[in-house]
């Protein structure tokens, strides 16, 4: 998918749909409710077979790497949201096949996350190397302590330009300070949403918060799920991203970390922040400044913005007209 709706990725690439659940993240997985529920093209499970995607998709990574390569920014892909890169019931041939366009979309920094790490060593291709591929990101899901012990070891032992974890849903609190000290430089937190989700804690995420961000590594709190910060189901909308009062939309260095691309508004759209760019959205502290330019890099509306931080419309489009128009430093 060309602009994913992952805050965490720039696209979402699957070149095959199709799993088996294997842990307890997997429970009320929404790629089953997708692709075997809801739209009946593949059955989920052991022993049932996966879905290659068609040809016309598995082009699109090639048009995001001119993209990237004509703007000289790099490019996010998360690859495979509806699947599994690491799946042993995925044909060989496949699994060569992302290889080799993993290798010609260079300009790509390609997130390849398992819940299968001990297959790494045997499913990476044969010139990984003892650094691992420049533009490949390897990551596991650690959706509690017994999964995050049991994987992060097999991961960070094996060579990779970035070593992360994906902590959504997660369903009870964690402690990866050793996993930190032993090279995690980056952990994604976020809760559960669908039909019979599971509430996370506040204290859960704040707690994993303060144990990445002093050890130096990037955090990055995706959503609440469909409970908010009080433990309230009121649908993953409504519950937000908000953490603390701001967005935490960390990723790790040498990474873009904004999506937001000012060169892609129409003129008349340009004209238009133009029009108010004389705004003074200094007259906000440098932390609301920030929170809301956050805030919005995030795509949350302007309303939750105004009621969330205590900000003023004008401000927050005073914020939005300098972001359009790339002036700030």
Not at 275 to 296: C, F, H, N, Y
Request: charged share 30%.
């Amino acid at each position: 998918m060309e602009d994913s709706k992952i805050e965490w990725t720039d696209n979402t690439f699957n070149p095959w749909t199709g799993c088996a659940k294997v842990s307890e993240a997997c429970h009320r997985c929404y790629a089953e409710s997708l692709e075997a529920i809801r739209y009946k093209r593949v059955e989920w499970g052991l022993g049932k077979a996966r879905r290659r995607t068609s040809e016309s998709n598995w082009k699109l990574p090639q048009r995001w790497n001119r993209r990237a390569r004509a703007s000289g920014d790099r490019a996010r892909v998360f690859c495979a949201s509806l699947a599994d890169v690491f799946d042993s019931e995925v044909p060989q041939a496949w699994r060569r096949d992302l290889w080799d366009l993993i290798r010609e979309t260079e300009q790509l920094d390609w997130l390849l996350l398992t819940k299968r790490p001990q297959n790494l060593a045997g499913m990476l291709p044969s010139d990984w190397g003892n650094e691992g591929w420049p533009n490949v990101w390897l990551g596991v899901t650690a959706e509690n302590q017994r999964r995050a012990d049991e994987r992060l070891p097999v991961l960070l032992e094996t060579p990779a330009r970035v070593h992360f974890a994906s902590c959504e849903p997660l369903l009870g609190p964690l402690d990866l300070s050793e996993h930190l000290s032993a090279g995690l430089s980056w952990v994604i937190a976020g809760g559960e949403t669908g039909h019979g989700s599971r509430a996370t804690s506040p204290s859960w995420i704040r707690n994993l918060r303060d144990q990445v961000i002093a050890s130096g590594a990037r955090f990055h709190f995706k959503q609440w799920g469909d409970h908010d910060a009080n433990g309230v189901r009121v649908g993953r909308k409504r519950a937000g991203r908000l953490l603390d009062g701001r967005t935490w939309d960390e990723v790790p260095a040498g990474s873009k970390q904004s999506r937001a691309r000012p060169d892609r508004f129409t003129r008349v759209q340009r004209d238009a922040g133009s029009r108010v760019s004389r705004a003074r959205p200094d007259r906000l502290t440098r932390v609301q400044r920030d929170a809301v330019l956050e805030s919005l890099q995030a795509g949350l509306p302007s309303g939750q913005i105004v009621k969330t931080l205590g900000v003023s419309p004008g401000q927050v489009r005073a914020v939005k007209a300098h972001l359009t128009m790339g002036t700030y430093d």
